[in-house]
């Protein structure tokens, strides 16, 4: 799909019970948006090679030097777009309607800002590290949705605490 298989490398790997859950969701899903992509060898990795040839996904990543990275790791892959910058500032970028939103940025404020994108655009959405300052409260606004996974911490190997949930306007495409 995107070149050799590298080896996964992050919080959350195809091994994990997240990893194959994002995989699974990914390829269930023909639009697929991430914020947060660090290296591209974690919860990146684990959408990529779920998605479908058909799918399109948009990973957006704030730090130069890691970007480069994961522009590096997906350029061969037409339906990975990789984005230097946030995607909350980019939200032009990708579809009005998202089949799938993992938002796992930096810090609460941006978390809260892809979190109301997530509210109006996403089908189904999951915040990693609930636990944790960056979505502690963010993930209360998704209370009228169905949750789909919730997976608290702590975790020897990773940050704290995996949510998803599915927008109650739209059928459940993961049955």
């Not at 032009?92 to 655009?121: K, T, Y």
């Not at 959405?125 to 209370?143: P, S, T, W």
Request: net charge negative; glycine share 10%; with cysteine.
């Amino acid at each position: 799909m995107f070149g050799p298989k590298p080896i996964p490398t992050g919080q959350i790997l195809p091994r994990t019970q997240i990893g194959q859950w994002l995989n699974m969701v990914a390829a269930k899903s023909l639009t697929v948006v991430e914020s947060g992509s660090f290296c591209g060898l974690g919860s990146t990795y684990c959408l990529a090679s779920g998605l479908p040839h058909e799918g399109q996904m948009w990973t957006f990543e704030i730090d130069e030097s890691r970007f480069r990275v994961v522009e590096a790791l997906y350029h061969l892959a037409p339906q990975i777009n990789t984005v230097l910058g946030k995607m909350h500032v980019n939200k032009g970028m990708f579809p009005e309607q998202v089949d799938f939103m993992l938002l796992d940025s930096g810090n609460a404020e941006e978390g809260r800002l892809e979190c109301e994108i997530a509210l109006q655009r996403a089908k189904i959405v999951a915040l990693d590290d609930i636990d944790g300052e960056k979505h502690r409260e963010n993930y209360g606004m998704f209370r009228d949705w169905e949750t789909l996974i919730e997976i608290k911490g702590p975790f020897p190997d990773r940050a704290n605490g995996f949510f998803a949930a599915r927008n109650p306007k739209y059928e459940n495409p993961l049955k």
